[in-house]
């Protein structure tokens, strides 16, 4: 059973920053394609970020420029460093896991494991 658990959502005001948890089992960390997805209030659930096992990145344009994405093997986490936040961003943020070490694309069918996820609020 993977264990994945997000953790870090808060509520912020316009143009801060955040920085989300993913909890997982180091084999996911170092095997696996890995992802964060989010879902805003009342739609549906986007690719914001994906990393390959050998650290391969792809970002949303949305998020390009503020958004990165990490690997800390050591602590076994995958992080989220959010700035320069807008309203845009609120939603639940998900971690997620593709077995296969090299990602297929940003949609949530590819991803076999997911997390609870986390809550993010921008206020304006």
């Known amino acids: 059973q993977a264990h994945i658990v997000e953790s870090g959502g808060d509520s912020v005001q316009a143009g801060g920053s955040l920085r989300l948890s993913c909890e997982v089992s180091?084999?996911?960390?170092?095997?696996?394609?890995m992802a964060w997805f989010r879902q805003p209030p009342e739609k549906e659930r986007a690719g914001v970020v994906t990393?390959?096992?050998?650290?391969?990145?792809t970002y949303a344009d949305s998020v390009r420029g503020r958004f990165t994405i990490s690997k800390d093997y050591a602590t076994k986490i995958l992080y989220l460093d959010m700035h320069s936040l807008q309203p845009e961003d609120t939603g639940m943020y998900y971690c997620?896991?593709?077995?296969?070490?090299?990602?297929?694309?940003?949609?949530?069918?590819?991803?076999?494991?997911w997390g609870q996820g986390t809550r993010v609020t921008v206020s304006s």
């Open positions: 180091r084999h996911i960390l170092t095997d696996t394609c």
């Open positions: 990393v390959d096992a050998d650290g391969t990145t």
């Open positions: 997620a896991t593709d077995w296969r070490g090299k990602c297929r694309g940003s949609e949530s069918r590819y991803y076999e494991r």
